[in-house]
């Protein structure tokens, strides 16, 4: 089965920058969403950021001028490109994938904000 697989996370400053990369572990096809969810410790898990296959993008406040998501949708790979970063902005990383056959969840990254 096709998983989805994250890189790219790691532990930055606050101001610093991340680049967040996910991509399929083999084909697949029908992928028509991608986006990026993070979850905080003792938080709910929460949308980040989301593409669709056309470009169409929509951002959490929170993230709004400071992340910028964008696909490769010729390899069905999603990228988060994070800058200036926050501590609030730590906790663990998930890209989503939605298909016409259903949704594909990545394992996750940590991503760590601290001095």
């Known amino acids: 089965q096709v998983q989805f697989v994250e890189s790219g996370g790691g532990l930055v400053q606050p101001g610093g920058s991340l680049r967040l990369s996910c991509a399929p572990s083999?084909?697949?096809?029908?992928?028509?969403?991608m986006g990026w969810y993070r979850q905080a410790p003792g938080k709910a898990r929460e949308l980040v950021a989301r593409i669709a296959s056309g470009g169409s993008t929509n951002y959490a406040d929170s993230v709004k001028g400071r992340f910028t998501i964008s696909r490769d949708n010729a390899k069905n790979t999603v990228y988060l490109q994070m800058n200036s970063l926050k501590p609030e902005d730590t906790a663990v990383y998930y890209c989503?994938?939605?298909?016409?056959?259903?949704?594909?969840w990545g394992q996750g990254t940590q991503v760590t904000v601290s001095s």
């Open positions: 989503r994938a939605e298909s016409l056959m259903g949704q594909y």
């Open positions: 083999g084909s697949i096809f029908g992928i028509y969403a």
